[in-house]
């Protein structure tokens, strides 16, 4: 699996869009970017994920790169329960993975 | 559809003693993960079981590490001779069969807390 690089941390306004970017820019072509994202003591929560087109849900967007190389979580309207880690993975074929240490989102008030 | 279920959620043990955690993944997954998750890292990938099948082992699952899916089902992971450096998070995670599909996603347990004193 392609070793994926996220800043350590971020703010974010409540209210405002969050958006966390992640590298992964040795991704092979059939490896999916995914995100999950794990609020303090409890076990990773799945949010999104992709292969080559943009996609949303109920949570989140997720964009990209046309050479998918870089991608980017958005949560439209960041509410202080969003306050997390987030982990950015790519992944074929299973989970047999190691997360990385994600991106640490602050949502202030 | 309940999630993927682990216990205990929290166990303190002495130094050289044996623990057993359980995972109960989401009926008609086939398949399973362990996970190790020490404070301030994200979860390390431990080993992970196709139906009852044990089909990969990281290099982190030391020998003291055994981890069983007898009928295809619950799963469990038991660390003897436990040392203190095995204080950590241990997560569970099932998933459908991988076919590239967009339903493939994990889905993780709320994880069990091993402190060892």
């Known amino acids: 699996d392609a070793k994926t690089t996220q800043p350590p941390s971020m703010d974010c306004a409540e209210g405002r869009a969050a958006n966390l970017p992640c590298n992964h820019s040795?991704?092979?072509?059939?490896?999916?970017v995914y995100w999950y994202r794990q609020i303090h003591s409890q076990g990773p929560q799945y949010i999104i994920h992709?292969?080559?087109n943009n996609e949303t849900n109920e949570m989140a967007s997720l964009i990209i790169t046309e050479d998918r190389k870089s991608s980017t979580l958005i949560l439209p309207h960041a509410t202080l329960r969003d306050t997390a880690v987030y982990y950015c993975?790519?992944?074929?074929?299973?989970?047999?993975?190691?997360f990385g240490a994600g991106t640490r989102l602050f949502v202030k008030a | 559809d309940t999630g993927v279920s682990q216990d205990p959620r929290h166990k303190i043990t002495k130094r050289g003693q044996n623990v057993t955690f359980r995972c109960d993944p989401i009926?008609?997954?086939?398949?399973l993960y362990w996970y190790r998750q020490t404070l301030g890292q994200g979860p390390e990938f431990l080993t992970y079981f196709q139906n009852e099948a044990q089909l990969e082992k990281s290099r982190l699952l030391s020998d003291r590490f055994s981890a069983e899916r007898p009928k295809g089902s619950f799963s469990t992971l038991e660390i003897q001779r436990t040392e203190q450096g095995d204080s950590a998070m241990y997560l569970c995670?099932?998933?459908?069969?991988?076919?590239?599909?967009?339903?493939?996603?994990?889905?993780f347990g709320q994880g069990t807390r091993l402190t060892v004193v």
């Open positions: 995670a099932s998933s459908r069969l991988w076919t590239g599909e967009r339903n493939t996603e994990a889905f």
């Open positions: 040795t991704i092979s072509g059939n490896e999916y």
């Open positions: 009926s008609e997954h086939n398949r």
């Open positions: 993975i790519a992944a074929i074929g299973g989970f047999k993975t190691i």
């Open positions: 992709g292969l080559k």
